[in-house]
């Protein structure tokens, strides 16, 4: 009946524990309380949540688990939380808390094994692997690896570097364009399906959508597993109902928001 | 709490991955539900559930080390209403393809396997329930398409305890059910309003089974 139901998942930023960068839609009390959104969303028929923790503070492991335990109280989805995870410790504290997945970027880039010790202490199903990827001529692939939000190169080339992961013990890579990050051009759909057929892993797509068709674009071009998007469903400018609707006329299968 | 009439429901909580949301899930479900390894408890519980995440020989290892391998063991024997989910309805088997050489509890005693090839792995998705006709009460309350999260590399071999099949490349065994024990392949507590109904549902088993036995 259904072999492979592509996810739509929203991402929302998180400072110190509330939610950042204006989401602004529907009727809600508080439009920075975590918990809030995520049930808006799950009702809106998200399949998953992912947290981007951009808290600078040294404090923010702690308010991130406040954050984890309390949506792991009240919402029912899968929800991912990345953003400055460096160790295994982290790790534990955050899906002990009721986070599904962890993702890591910048600690794996540095220290790949904690990929691998991730990977056997948890199971490789909650390690997320994000990869931040650019246009670079001088990697094989034509994709470097970015780290610190894009600042700073790696030399590492995006496909290989996937790959990598994988062999290492990721579950799954959140891959994005940081050519497309915040232009709402679409997704980098030769990055995307460079990296989705080199690995055996799902990928979600992210980075650009400014559209439902960069979605469905995603799915049909780039071969994600997954699409990831924020500013055209914090905005209120389109819920995610109506991008599993517009997925689904374009035959793509989904699971139908209640 | 004193004074709680609500059910029972005895987590097994032997030190690993997220056991949190089975916790919250079942008291959502209007359970009293707690994380423990106390033997008194989880005698006293109503219903047992065995949660899971991550790997069938770290899983296997920690059940070994807190001894709730054998209160396991004892509790689905005693008959009391006992749930595994996930990697905690892998370890009911004999063993995995996953960990060759490592035991489980062998209360089936079949195989655990990798999802067969040319789809992704782990399957991490949501995807439908697939009765194949069985009317059994974990689906109570379900609408006819029921979407559940799944998260898995590997499956258990299916048998006739099977009740639930997911379509994923193969018919993958999705829910299988013996008297007192349940199992899911799927994560009830993350699969949103219809997860919350198969574990209010286990709980109202699990109240029943207590009323006809004592």
């Known amino acids: ?258 | 709490m004193p004074g709680d009439d609500r059910p029972l429901i005895a987590i097994l909580d032997y030190g690993i991955g997220n056991l949190h949301s089975a916790h919250k899930g079942f008291d959502h479900a209007g359970a009293d539900a707690r994380l423990t390894s106390d033997r008194g408890l989880i005698a006293d519980a109503v219903g047992v559930v065995l949660p899971g995440v991550g790997a069938f020989e770290p899983c296997m290892r920690a059940l070994h080390s807190t001894g709730l391998d054998e209160v396991s063991l004892e509790r689905i024997e005693a008959g009391t209403p006992f749930f595994g989910i996930c990697i905690g309805m892998q370890v009911l088997f004999a063993a995995s393809e996953e960990a060759p050489g490592c035991e489980g509890l062998g209360v089936i005693d079949r195989t655990v396997r990798l999802i067969p090839g040319g789809v992704k792995r782990p399957q991490m998705q949501w995807n439908v329930l697939d009765r194949q006709g069985f009317d059994h009460p974990m689906f109570d309350g379900l609408p006819e398409e029921a979407w559940v999260y799944f998260v898995h590399s590997y499956c258990a071999e299916s048998g006739p305890e099977m009740i639930a099949t997911c379509d994923y490349g193969t018919d993958l065994m999705a829910a299988m059910a013996r008297d007192n024990l349940w199992a899911a392949q799927f994560h009830p507590e993350k699969s949103g309003s219809n997860g919350l109904r198969i574990l209010k549902n286990f709980v109202t088993m699990a109240v029943c089974y207590a009323g006809v036995s004592g």
């Open chain 1, 1 to 258: 009946m259904t072999v492979r139901a592509i996810r739509v998942i929203p991402c929302l930023d998180v400072d110190a524990g509330r939610v950042v960068k204006g989401v602004n839609f529907v009727d809600i009390r508080d439009a920075g309380d975590p918990v809030e959104l995520a049930a808006v969303y799950d009702d809106q028929g998200a399949d998953e949540l992912v947290f981007l923790d951009i808290t600078a503070s040294s404090d923010r492991r702690d308010t991130t688990v406040k954050m984890a335990r309390a949506v792991a109280e009240k919402v029912f989805i899968p929800f991912t939380i990345g953003g400055g995870i460096r160790t295994v410790d982290d790790v534990r504290r955050l899906l002990m808390a009721g986070a599904d997945k962890v993702s890591v970027n910048t600690a794996a880039v540095k220290r790949p094994e904690l990929v691998a010790e991730v990977g056997r202490e948890f199971g490789r199903q909650c390690c997320v692997v994000a990869i931040d990827a650019k246009s670079s001529s001088d990697t094989g692939s034509g994709f470097e690896v970015f780290t610190h939000g894009g600042r700073t190169r790696t030399g590492l080339d995006a496909v290989d570097w996937a790959r990598e992961v994988v062999r290492l013990g990721a579950g799954e890579i959140l891959l994005t364009s940081m050519d497309r990050d915040g232009t709402r051009s679409g997704f980098d759909l030769v990055l995307t399906s460079a990296v989705s057929s080199a690995v055996d892993v799902p990928v979600i797509a992210s980075g650009g959508v400014g559209s439902l068709q960069h979605l469905v674009d995603g799915v049909v071009e780039g071969g994600a597993d997954a699409v990831l998007a924020a500013s055209i469903f914090h905005f209120g400018e389109h819920t995610v109902a109506e991008a599993k609707r517009r997925m689904s006329d374009c035959g793509i299968t989904v699971r139908p928001p209640e």
